[in-house]
């Protein structure tokens, strides 16, 4: 497969559910990643397009993002369900795991069978196990010697052809990371750093509006996430800003899409 003989034009949107070949998806998928950030608000809507596409188009069974904060420390972004979320906050608080581990050296890190990599990861690889989960693999999102975190990559104990899930995960971090430190070629470094810092904190904002949401409607935080990220989409507003609405009551985006049922 040549992904570059299928490109199409650049557009404003990942367009993940789009007609033609697989191919033409990921395309898609690169370009949407690829678009120039206008501002650092961006961030975490570029990373939420990254595990999206991760789950949707590399056979994942769900995706994550480490993060290095302002103070160096690690942080959880972008988790595409509230399982992954878990998992990814595991590994900080047990300071154990492939995309942790993948952080700090820039270097891929895959499991082949978390059953094996027991010793690697006790607490990890035994947690990972437990939540349905056989095989990983994580990818620095890293420019040059700069790591900026981790893409970690969840898959089914039956998932096959691991070397090409992590060529493309790895190409889909690499566009990401270029789209997120490209001011930095013309701007001071503390731009940057407060791109990435933006994301970190909107982090945190978004949890609460799941929590609200799910709350209010007595749905799982997965129900509610989907419910922030369809309005935000449609409406082509960032997903941060859509979740402090939420928080401060000037919308409701589980009205007619929540029930009880959407767990």
């Keep these: 497969m040549n992904i570059a003989n299928c490109f199409p034009a650049p557009s404003s949107g990942l367009r993940l559910v789009a007609a033609g070949s697989r191919e033409q998806s990921l395309a898609e998928a690169f370009v949407g990643l690829c678009e120039r950030l206008v501002d650092h608000r961006e961030v975490v809507d570029r990373l939420d397009r990254l595990v999206a596409a991760c789950v949707q188009l590399l056979g994942a069974s769900a995706a994550g993002v480490l993060l290095l ?7 959880v972004v972008a988790p595409s369900s509230e399982k992954t979320r878990l998992l990814e906050d595991f590994q900080l608080l047990h300071d154990e795991g492939p995309g942790l581990d993948c952080a700090r050296t820039g270097v891929a890190v895959t499991s082949e069978d978390l059953d094996a990599d027991v010793a690697r990861w006790p607490r990890f690889a035994s947690e990972a196990r437990a939540a349905g989960f056989g095989r990983m693999l994580a990818v620095p999102l ?12 969840y898959l089914a104990p039956a998932a096959s052809g691991l070397l090409n899930t992590q060529l493309l995960a790895q190409a889909f971090a690499d566009v990401v990371t270029i789209s997120i430190l490209q001011k930095r070629a013309v701007q001071h470094t503390t731009v940057v750093v407060a791109q990435l810092q933006h994301a970190v904190d909107s982090r945190v904002v978004i949890e609460q509006a799941k929590g609200v949401l799910a709350e209010r409607y007595a749905v799982s935080m997965d129900a509610a996430l989907v419910a922030l990220r369809g309005h935000a989409r449609n409406r082509n507003h960032k997903l941060a800003d859509v979740a402090r609405d939420v928080i401060s009551g000037d919308i409701d985006p589980g009205a007619g899409v929540l029930s009880p049922h959407a767990v």
């Design 69 to 75: 904060d302002q103070q160096g420390a690690m942080t």
């Design 142 to 153: 890293q420019l040059g010697t700069q790591t900026i975190g981790a893409l970690s990559i």
